[in-house]
Structures are given as structure tokens and as C-alpha cells.
């Protein structure tokens, strides 16, 4: 088998429904599975999957994840792989007719290449936010890194809507750490990132624009409220993921009324406030990533 592709979905059938029928548009004539991870879903994703099943060609297997969270799905989707590459795609992405082919074709390429991603456009619901700005697209999984295939150097990394892996990293290194990535409605992250940092010792990291997905960005995330919530979530992943944690209080106690400061200074631009606001936020979720730590630690 050459590739497996893998989606992670938790009570979202009709978002599974929309990225399973974009598989089977995929230009690729090579062999490939297509795993769907159901981690606990209480909707009817199980019979959605099922049904697609049995009207297509291609492989469908269906499991059921009882443990809830992002990253022990992903780490179930990797034991049940049987391809030589796995590629994951999120539940509520599309991918395009290319997507598979493109991955192959660039693993194939280079034996040392153990990543890649692939461009993510988003699918705005409803009008695209006017007051968002690039630094924050990536708070939303867009990614357009490069007009053309390139290696990503660190610190950029491929994010997790649109991911592949050679299966044969993990037979020297550990998957993703379930202590890392989203449980429930947390928006705990950084699982890619500590996993790519691992690889990187040992192999390279691509991006290629051509595997491109649509990822959808609900309304329900298109606010000023949903973005400093995961502003705030993103400290919490860095500092649960860092082995600096003294550091990190010690700096983010020195910020924090930098920040305050800087916030009055400008009490009439909104901009500066936003993005004021926003480093205070994200200070205060290095502070809770790194006593959520410790205490996790005494358990």
C-alpha cells in the first residue's frame, strides 16, 4: 500500500461527508487507503462513513476511538496505517485533485524528506474578517509559505489540516505527544510543531504549494473573542511544550506590564490595542501552560 489518509473527526458528519467525497476526485493511480478516526463521536458520523463506504471503490476503514483528543487520534491513525506515507487531512477540509499525486510524487523524490505539507486556503463562512491581520492567519491553518516546492526551514512548519508523514520516521521515534493538541473544546496545539522539531534531527521538511486543501473556518470563529481565546490557548501549548519553563515566567512577568503600559499609550488606536491586548493574552497562557505542567507533574 502506498499511502494511507488519515482523518481525525470528532461529531462533525457532515464535514466528514464533504472531505471523503474530495478523495474521490484524486488524480493519483497509485494504491491508497483512507482511515476516518472517530474519537467519540455521539452524532451519526459512524453510519455517514459507512454508507460512503459501501457506494465507493476505494478502501474505507472506519475506527472508533474511545480516548478523547486530537493527538491520540492521530497516534491511532498511525498504528491502523498500512501505507508506506500517511497523509492527514482535516474533517473539515477539502482536498484537491492533485493532493495525493503531488505528496507521493515529492516523498518519492528525496528518501531523506520525512515531512511535507501543503498549501491551505481558507473557506471563509460568510465575508473574510476585515480586521485580521497576516500575522494571524496562521491561527486559522492558512498556510501559502511558497509559489514553489521548497524545504521549510526551521521554524516554519506545515500545519496540521494538510500533513504527511513516511511511516518509517516512526520506527525510531515516538508520534505525536498526547499531552499536546486539542482535547474536547480546549484548543491546546503545538503537537505538530514538537513532532516536526523531532524529525528535523533526522530528516528534512517540505512544502509544496500544489497539494493544496480548502479548509473551512466556521462563523463561530470569526471574531475578536475566538481569536484571543486561541491566542491564549497557543501560550498554554507553547509552555506545556517548551523544557524552559523557569524562563518562560520569569520573562512573561517582565512583560506583562510592558504590555499594560503600551495598551494605555495607545488607547485610541485599535490596532495597537488588539495587538497589545493579544500579547498579554498569550503571556497569560504561558503562565498557565507552565503551572497546568507542573501540576500534571504532581498527579
Known amino acids: 500500500m502506498k499511502a494511507t489518509i488519515a482523518i481525525c473527526t470528532h461529531n462533525r458528519a457532515a464535514d466528514v461527508k464533504e ?51 486530537l493527538s491520540v487520534a492521530r497516534n491511532r491513525a498511525i498504528r491502523e496505517a498500512r501505507g508506506e506515507i500517511i497523509l492527514f487531512l482535516d474533517d473539515d477540509a477539502k482536498a484537491s485533485k492533485d493532493w495525493l499525486a503531488d505528496i507521493i510524487d515529492l516523498f518519492d523524490g528525496d528518501p531523506i524528506i520525512g515531512c511535507v505539507g501543503g498549501k491551505i486556503e481558507p473557506a471563509w ?23 514553489d516546492i521548497v524545504e521549510m526551514k526551521e521554524p516554519a512548519i506545515p500545519f496540521g489540516a494538510n500533513v504527511a508523514f513516511r511511516m518509517s520516521v516512526f520506527d525510531t521515534m515516538d508520534a505525536f505527544r498526547e499531552d499536546l493538541g486539542r482535547v474536547g473544546s480546549n484548543l491546546l496545539s ?85 495587538r497589545n491586548v493579544s500579547k498579554i493574552i498569550y503571556n497569560n497562557g504561558l503562565i498557565s501552560g507552565v503551572l497546568r505542567s507542573y501540576q500534571l507533574k504532581r498527579i
Open 19 to 69: 472531505a471523503l467525497l474530495s478523495l474521490l476526485q484524486q488524480s493519483c493511480k497509485q494504491p491508497f487507503e483512507v482511515i476516518v478516526i472517530d474519537n467519540r463521536s455521539t452524532d451519526h458520523t459512524k453510519q455517514t462513513v459507512l454508507d460512503f463506504r459501501n457506494m465507493v471503490d476505494i478502501q474505507v476503514r472506519y475506527v472508533y476511538e474511545e480516548r478523547l483528543g
Open 125 to 147: 463562512e460568510g465575508s473574510p474578517p476585515r480586521w485580521l491581520s497576516r500575522d494571524n492567519h496562521s491561527l486559522y491553518s492558512i498556510l501559502d509559505y511558497s509559489d
Open 190 to 274: 503545538s503537537e505538530e510543531a514538537e513532532l516536526i522539531a523531532r524529525i528535523r534531527t533526522q530528516y528534512s521538511v517540505y512544502y509544496t504549494p500544489h497539494a493544496s486543501v480548502l479548509h473551512k473556518i466556521p462563523q463561530s470563529r470569526i471574531s475578536r473573542k475566538w481569536l484571543l481565546r486561541r491566542i491564549y490557548w497557543q501560550g498554554v501549548s507553547s509552555a506545556v511544550s517548551s523544557k524552559q519553563k523557569t524562563g518562560i515566567i520569569m520573562k512573561s512577568l517582565v512583560k506583562l506590564p510592558i504590555f499594560l503600559v503600551l495598551t494605555i499609550l495607545f488607547l485610541f488606536d485599535k490596532r495597537r490595542i488588539f
